[in-house]
């Protein structure tokens, strides 16, 4: 059984911080791509960034710059650190991982439960 589980989610001031974690746990043989989606009320969910397990990087054009996403092979774990936070990226964000390969030599595309980041004054 593999679980994704995100942390580090909450409510900050526009401007500020926050740094969401993503835990891959169970039976893995390996993790190619990790990454970070959000979803806002009544939006399409969307990709933030992903990274593969060579560190190559991309990221949605409204988030360049301001976020980075990096990650530790060894903990299966990806990072997202939020800088200069806005309104509008408020959403519930989830992680990702689309090719994961478990114990068994399976490959599946497994998601987190989502974490609320909520950007107000």
């Known amino acids: 059984q593999v679980q994704l589980v995100e942390s580090g989610g909450g409510l900050v001031q526009p401007g500020g911080s926050l740094r969401l974690s993503c835990a891959a746990s169970g039976s893995i043989f390996r993790i190619y791509t990790m990454g970070w989606y959000r979803q806002a009320p009544g939006k399409q969910r969307e990709l933030v960034a992903a990274?593969?397990?060579?560190?190559?990087?991309n990221y949605a054009d409204s988030v360049k710059g301001r976020f980075t996403i990096s990650r530790d092979n060894a903990k299966n774990t990806v990072y997202l650190q939020m800088n200069s936070l806005k309104p509008e990226d408020t959403a519930v964000y989830y992680c990702?991982?689309?090719?994961?390969?478990?114990?068994?030599?399976?490959?599946?595309?497994?998601w987190g439960q989502g974490t609320q980041v909520t950007v107000s004054s």
């Open positions: 990702n991982a689309p090719d994961l390969v478990n114990g068994l030599g399976s490959v599946y595309d497994y």
């Open positions: 990274i593969t397990s060579g560190g190559s990087t």
